[in-house]
């Protein structure tokens, strides 16, 4: 997907995409009916319900609902900014769950144009014979209609927000890349008023660009304080920034690497200088992070499905032992878990593989439907189990399709960063412990892939290289599905 600017770019026409955005609206709101706008919340959910409650009615942020530590107060388990979200909904309109739900919808319907924006202004100079805004409609589609996002719009957790943000840091910082200065020819005036008109025009577009760089590292400063894995990747989207931006000018990318992570520290700031008045420590976002390097580095980690760490009977030998402080149990876990992987580094890298495939396992966890089955839930109607399956199939079809397309796209700048981002989110799990779920943030990424590789399949050169490249990928994957697959058959036997 080569940006390299052609001759006739493409125009960005939002009228192309409403009715689209239109039709991912109704079917999210399908599925909040369809699931029961009441349905009691679980998981994750409570807790961050807990925090909103506590935040409208003034009390602060803090949860005790925690499963892990029952009756525990924590201040930072959570990354803030959606529960924050939330208690500021609450203030205004009062505490209703229903609308916690709506608002899950309304931001999973605007990534469905911001998917079709992010495309348009990444392939928008792409010199292929391809219209850029046929792309962006046909990715846009796979995810207004990506069953994880149309089932995840409605529940109460951080995932649609966090995907929403940082698919719009992506948008802007593509903006900014890809603006075009004003042509040096204008009809009708003289040699001194056209330079004089075409500086002008000149500047604008820098100043704009600048505009789009500090709203992207705002944007993924919101991402990261939405969820914390983003962090470790700023300096290195800074790095692709500046190398985006250096045939411009050397003092043009690295103004704009500074001033993407000054942005984007700008937004964590004040949340990290909270945690320090709370601590007298620095604690930049969230307190997690060593418990779930603990729990997927422990000499009581489970080596098989390793993504059970947090199910009731496996987590207490992980947990019993940690301090009760907050803070001494992140920082405990942290060295228990680095004193294990120096220790055991055979270990280590020998449960990344099962850690790879419960993180591109199916979203709905096959095992645990089919655990829910043999206990008279689960697949208990045609109608779940064809939706499980329906959910499924369209997971591969993207992912398959994804990966063709990552493989065979032309290597540009583009691919090189959200590759980068790929790889990236993928090593943090193989780190910690992966699961279905886990990698929803990635799923934009190989849907617009797929769209180019369905949209250019006639034109695309199969070489032999890239199809055995394909095919090992492929069947990387398929042996992760097989996997799950064969061990809920197992237990559906009994």
Known sequence: MNSEPSSAPDEMRPSSILGLVLFAFVLRVLFLVLADVNAPLTGDELAYQQIAENVAAGRGFWQDNNPFFPGQVLYAWQAPLYPLTLGALYKIFGVNIFLAKF????????????MYSLTFHVSRFAPLPLRSSRL?????????IYPGFLTNAHLLLSETLFIFLILLAFDCVARAVSFRPATPFVAGRTLDSANTEISHLVRNDITRAWLWIFGAGALWGMATLTRGITLYFTPLFALWLAWAMWRESMSRALGAAILFVAATMVVIAPWTLRNYFQFGQIVVVETKGGVNLWLGNSPYTPNDFIRNVWKVGVREPMLENLPTDELQRDRAAYALALDFIRAEPLTFFARMPGKFADFWGFERNLIDNADATA????WNSPAKFGSDLFAAGVYLFVMLCGVAGFVFAPLDRWKILFGAFTLYFLFAHLVIFGDGRFHLPLIPFFALYAAWFLLMFRRIVFSRARVGLTLLLVLVLASVWAREAWAALQVLRG
């Open 136 to 144: 962006s409609l046909f990715s846009a589609l796979l995810i207004a």
């Open 375 to 378: 206990q008279r839930g689960g």
């Open 103 to 114: 608002f899950g919808v309304l931001v999973s319907t605007a990534t469905v144009y911001v």
